[in-house]
């Protein structure tokens, strides 16, 4: 170890003293970028706009939790149409009707039923 640790030393104080050349890698140029251009017809202009036009419903109908609601929606362009209902926590029906475009912005009517009569029996835990 003692011969590895003085060879290290020999070679640090001959290339301090100028008696040991070290050349560096050359220097590696990158090279020329390629452009590729484009067709003759091309207007510098892409047309990423396409017809929207879609429909979805959905609904839920849950006794164990109380949950009862959906809701439909389309759309064709810039007119989306739709309507929603759900059971509200007290027992109302609530319904709402909208539709969307361009002329006349967003509207919405909303219809509320009175709470539903449900008897609802107290539970009693006996342990």
Same mark, same amino acid.
């Not at 949950?67 to 959906?70: P, R």
């Given at each position: 170890m003692f011969?590895?640790?003085?060879?290290?030393?020999?070679?640090?104080?001959?290339a301090q003293a100028g008696l040991l050349v070290v050349h560096a890698a050359p220097v590696v140029h990158a090279a020329p970028v390629a452009h590729v251009g484009y067709a003759d017809n091309y207007h510098g202009h892409e047309d990423y706009y396409s017809h929207p036009k879609y429909q979805y419903s959905y609904s839920v109908e849950d006794p164990h939790t109380g949950? =009862? #609601? $959906?809701q439909h929606e389309s759309r064709d362009g810039d007119v989306v #149409?739709?309507?929603y209902s759900l059971l509200q926590p007290d027992g109302s029906f609530r319904k709402v009707e909208y %539709?969307?475009?361009d002329h006349n912005g967003f509207n919405a009517v909303v219809h509320n039923s009175?709470? $539903?009569?449900?008897?609802?029996? %107290?539970? =009693? =835990? =006996?342990?």
């Open positions: 011969a590895k640790i003085l060879a290290l030393g020999a070679v640090v104080a001959a949950d =009862h #609601k $959906s #149409k739709g309507e %539709s969307a475009d009175g709470p $539903s009569h449900h008897v609802y029996h %107290s539970q =009693h =835990h =006996h342990y």
